[in-house]
């Protein structure tokens, strides 16, 4: 263990297992590394561990056998409070988390948990209002919120206590376009601050565009870790984990099953549009050649 | 043959004071795959909530125009009645299904319909034999997977025989191969039966390579209504904040940079034609 803590790791899950009372096995001999800064996707089916790996991370759950290391400090003995500082979770479903009477005094309500003084509290809240656009609902119960409003909510009463690890929950589950931008764009904000993200998702499309390394689950079990477009382009392992192979992927498979010469790696929507790009031009150009 | 139609249709929920729907004109047609799409809040679940009558006589608020199901007002109409030609399925099969087993649970409308118990068998026998739910029939609906419980809400309204199945982001809740199986499946339902499906959904990769119509809606306006290749063609669709598919950004780039005219393909399979045929 001295090995490691040399390492100190930002977060260093160690041989973790995790069984509900019931007998069911939701976490299996988990291992995983997470440093600093690190923007990390965790994918797979229904059922397969993924949010109760995050719950272990503030507490919300404890490992039945192995240990969770934070800053290489073992985090069985803190409380949820204390490990909540660290870890900010958004959960799914919006609704259950948001329980004030109004869109402000929820994030009030988050921040006074906190050594924050009165002028501090109204001052985050102020801005955490306004970076999220939700000064206009000031007032409004987080009942009268839209889905996509009130998830807004919920992700900014967790931002504002400004946490250094950022967990999310299916953050684009519902959410549109416009949605998402959003979420993309206080990913990079918070990235360049220095905030470390773990990302849970079925989204395929968002996390092979934005997220550079993916943890597969399956069964309680990690299936494969690596960079996304590695772990999401084998086709094997994405149907163990109830996915499938995103459009990038399938488009360049197809290209290459139709006998378009191309090369092994278009896993990008920019290096397809090179691609496909250049495939067309030199077509038409042979069309002007053939002509003259 | 139109099946639904909106005229200079309005409805504010009450105590809004926005109109969910402003002034909707729509047909729907028979024998159509149609995707329902807009960013979120732009009134497609509501819009979905007046094709079997559960606006208005469910929710509270207040309306103008007309919805006519099969030619029947929606507004006197009983839902139980609509609900014969327009089958609804929402995003959480789990506050749709409520009997003791999957057989129940799909007998239970037929039942109310009074149908004998010979012809139940029989249609049951159909209806889990196209949705791949045979081995489920005893199950009770809690054990099932999210997939597994979406496909028997499906079975429970195709079962009824609507001309017309509506489903509001039927896949929301899946990982993406269920979500791929479910939509490759109603793709198949409506072909064989030759009905009309209508789809709400956010995953527009998957689902745009079978639609054959599409519906815009943005701040509570039907802003068009057209096959799906002209629309996705359109400004509209451009403009609109949706998650378009890879292959859509793709050639929309390259139609911008004058690299290609012709419609942008909906398939990878489209694509591929189109590369091979330059």
């Known amino acids: 263990m001295k090995d490691i803590e040399k390492q100190l790791p930002l977060i260093l899950i160690d041989n973790v297992d995790f069984t509900y009372p019931n007998g069911t096995k939701a976490l299996r001999n988990i291992n995983l590394k997470i440093d600093n800064k690190e923007l990390i996707g965790i994918m797979g089916k229904n059922g397969a561990g993924k949010t109760t790996l995050i719950r272990t991370l503030n507490g919300l759950i404890r490992p039945t056998n192995g240990a969770i290391y934070l800053y290489g400090e073992n985090i069985a003995s803190k409380s949820i409070a204390t490990l909540s500082k660290k870890v900010g979770v958004i959960f799914q479903n919006p609704l259950h988390q948001l329980f004030s009477n109004s869109v402000k005094d929820e994030i009030e309500f988050s921040l006074k948990s906190f050594e924050f003084t009165k002028e501090e509290i109204q001052n985050k809240t102020n801005e955490i209002l306004k970076e999220f656009n939700l000064e206009k609902y000031r007032n409004r119960s987080p009942l009268n919120l839209s889905g996509g409003e009130a998830k807004k909510l919920a992700l900014a009463s967790i931002i504002c206590r400004d946490p250094d690890i950022i967990v999310f929950d299916e953050p684009t589950l519902g959410q549109d376009g416009r949605e998402i931008e959003f979420l993309i764009n206080l990913i990079k904000n918070k990235r360049k601050k220095g905030k470390t993200i773990i990302i849970v998702t079925h989204n395929i499309e968002f996390a092979n565009e934005h997220i550079p390394r993916t943890i597969l689950m399956a069964d309680g079990l990690i299936l494969a870790d690596g960079p996304t477009e590695k772990v999401l382009g084998n086709q094997i392992l994405v149907e163990k984990a109830s996915l499938i192979l995103p459009q990038t992927h399938q488009l360049n498979l197809a290209l290459k099953k139709s006998g378009i010469q191309c090369p092994n790696d278009l896993f990008s929507k920019d290096k397809l549009i090179n691609f496909i790009r250049d495939f067309i031009k030199n077509k038409t150009s042979e069309i002007v050649e053939g002509n003259d | ?278």
């Open chain 2, 1 to 278: 043959m139109t099946l639904i139609e909106y005229k200079n249709f309005y409805y504010r929920y009450k105590g809004n004071e926005e109109y969910a729907l402003n002034n909707i004109n729509l047909k729907i047609e028979d024998n159509k795959f149609i995707l329902l799409c807009g960013e979120t809040g732009s009134g497609k679940t509501t819009l979905i909530r007046c094709m079997n009558g559960l606006i208005p006589q469910f929710y509270s608020g207040f309306y103008r125009g007309s919805v006519e199901v099969a030619g029947k007002d929606t507004t006197i109409t009983a839902i139980a009645d609509l609900s014969t030609e327009v089958g609804i399925v929402f995003q959480n099969p789990e506050n749709q299904l409520v009997a003791m087993n999957v057989e129940h649970e799909i007998a239970f409308g037929l039942e109310n319909l009074g149908i004998e118990s010979g012809e139940i068998s029989k249609k049951i026998k159909e209806v889990t034999k196209i949705t791949e739910i045979e081995h489920l029939l005893n199950k009770a609906p809690f054990e099932l997977s999210g997939g597994e419980q979406q496909r028997v809400a499906i079975a429970s309204i195709l079962v009824l025989e609507p001309k017309i199945i509506v489903l509001d982001e039927p896949t929301a809740l899946l990982d993406p191969y269920m979500a791929k199986k479910i939509i490759e499946l109603l793709k198949e339902i409506q072909i064989e039966k030759q009905i009309t499906i209508l789809i709400s959904e956010h995953r527009l990769d998957l689902i745009l390579p079978y639609a054959d119509e599409l519906i815009l809606m943005k701040d509570g306006n039907l802003i068009e209504h057209d096959n799906s290749n002209k629309i996705i063609n359109g400004i509209n669709f451009q403009t609109l904040r949706l998650n378009k598919p890879v292959i859509y950004s793709i050639f929309n780039q390259l139609k911008e940079e004058k690299l290609f005219n012709q419609y942008i393909p909906a398939s990878i399979s489209k694509v591929i034609n189109y590369l091979k045929g330059l």
